[in-house]
């Protein structure tokens, strides 16, 4: 059973910069490729960032694109998301997903790609 654990959210300023993480167990992280979602308050989730299972093919969801770098580091199980120039509408539950693939270069970007999922991390970003 893999498990993912967010950390790294909280409270920012508009322009400001927040570091989450996002920890894998119970599993070969490296046959995974990882994604980030986000929820806003009274709406759906939604797709943020998406990195293959190298790390060499990424996507963005053009809302974050040029503010926020996904990477990964398969040594520590460990798939990031940096945020920078942050916005208030980046506030949300921010979602850490997997799903294990053969594909080295594919990457997901909707949620019925990815089956395990994190508990979230808050992101609250003020004006």
């Known amino acids: 059973q893999v498990q993912l654990v967010e950390s790294g959210g909280g409270l920012a300023q508009a322009g400001g910069s927040l570091r989450l993480s996002c920890g894998a167990s119970g599993g070969t992280f490296s046959r995974y490729r990882m994604g980030w979602f986000r929820q806003a308050p009274g709406k759906e989730r939604e797709f943020a960032a998406g990195v293959g299972r190298s790390g060499d093919s990424i996507l963005y969801a053009d809302s974050v694109k040029g503010r926020f770098t996904i990477s990964r580091d398969n040594a520590k199980n460990t798939v990031y998301l940096q945020m920078n120039n942050l916005k208030p509408e980046d506030t949300g539950v921010y979602y850490c997903?997997?799903?294990?693939?053969?594909?080295?270069?594919?990457?997901?970007?909707?949620?019925?790609?990815?089956?395990?999922w994190g508990q979230g991390t808050q992101v609250t970003v003020s004006s």
């Open positions: 997903a997997g799903r294990m693939t053969p594909r080295l270069m594919a990457v997901g970007t909707t949620e019925k790609e990815y089956d395990f």
